[in-house]
């Protein structure tokens, strides 16, 4: 079990301590005072639960929760592609918001149901406090879906771009196969994939956005995980072929990242570096 529940809380909060570095990065430089504080409060819950789920792999590995956010090297990080992105403009923020958020709660959905006591509890605990940041995501979208074309249009694209990624939050983590047979993660990740992929298009057909959105979020429902994590076309033979769709950014759950993850990282990580060891 020791090796699976590792596996899968270390990727847990790597998820959570990438994506809330990121919205920190908004911090001082948001549209609107509100988000200036919505965006440093949604960023300091994200790397709070990252905290407690490393402190979950801590336990068992007799580490510490500090050494496993910031004592790694990047090839040693597990977070989903989408997390890293470059916060780009406010349209691509929030489409990334909404969408991991969307996401995150498919998932921790199934995580309440967890064998491991510990893990269930804080499942728990963390999807009550991530209802509000649902909350700020969808309140969001609707209001710029029901706005002006400019700013339809542009969260539209946005939408288009991030939504193909997300679909790697569920790539396969490793000791995936482990951490089934265990009841660690109860539901493996191709099937929280079709659950999100089946969530999104409904909630994208409520808001009318029949466009590329919807486009790709009909295109994503073609796909299923491989043994190898890999996304695969399924045509319902059980047969496979290689993606027509666009390019799917799977690869950090195996520690293949991208050039401004570096970047992230070595911001991310500058003071434990400068100072090993230090306790604060």
Not at 145 to 173: C, H, N
Not at 182 to 203: C, D, I, Q
Request: proline fraction near 4%; charged fraction near 25%.
């Amino acid at each position: 079990m020791s090796k699976a529940l590792v596996s899968l809380v270390t990727t847990l909060g790597d998820d959570e301590l990438v994506l809330g570095h990121r919205h920190s990065e908004w911090t001082g430089y948001a549209p609107h005072m509100e988000e200036d504080v919505a965006f440093s409060s949604i960023a300091q819950d994200e790397i709070g639960h990252a905290a407690a789920y490393y402190s979950i792999a801590a336990g068992v590995t007799g580490g510490s929760a500090d050494a496993l956010a910031f004592g790694r090297d990047p090839g040693e990080y597990r977070n989903a592609i989408l997390c890293e992105r470059p916060n780009g403009d406010w349209a691509f923020t929030l489409a990334r918001h909404w969408l991991y958020d969307n996401a995150d709660d498919v998932r921790l959905a199934a995580l309440e149901e967890s064998s491991h006591s510990d893990l269930a509890a804080l499942a728990h605990k963390i999807r009550r406090e991530e209802r509000y940041h649902l909350i700020h995501a969808n309140t969001w979208v609707r209001r710029i879906v029901r706005g002006p074309v400019e700013g339809r249009t542009k969260l539209v694209d946005a939408v288009s771009e991030a939504y193909v990624e997300a679909l790697g939050l569920f790539e396969p983590i490793e000791e995936e196969a482990a951490a089934v047979s265990e009841g660690l993660l109860p539901v493996p990740s191709a099937e929280l994939m079709a659950r999100f992929v089946e969530r999104m298009a409904a909630t994208l057909d409520e808001l009318g956005m029949p466009t590329e959105a919807q486009r790709t979020t009909d295109q994503a429902a073609q796909f299923e995980a491989s043994s190898s994590g890999d996304l695969i076309e399924s045509d319902g033979s059980g047969l496979v072929a290689p993606p027509t769709a666009p390019a799917v950014a799977i690869g950090g759950r195996t520690g293949r990242h991208t050039d401004a993850f570096k970047e992230l990282w070595d911001v991310m990580t500058v003071t434990y570096r400068s100072h090993p060891g230090a306790s604060w």
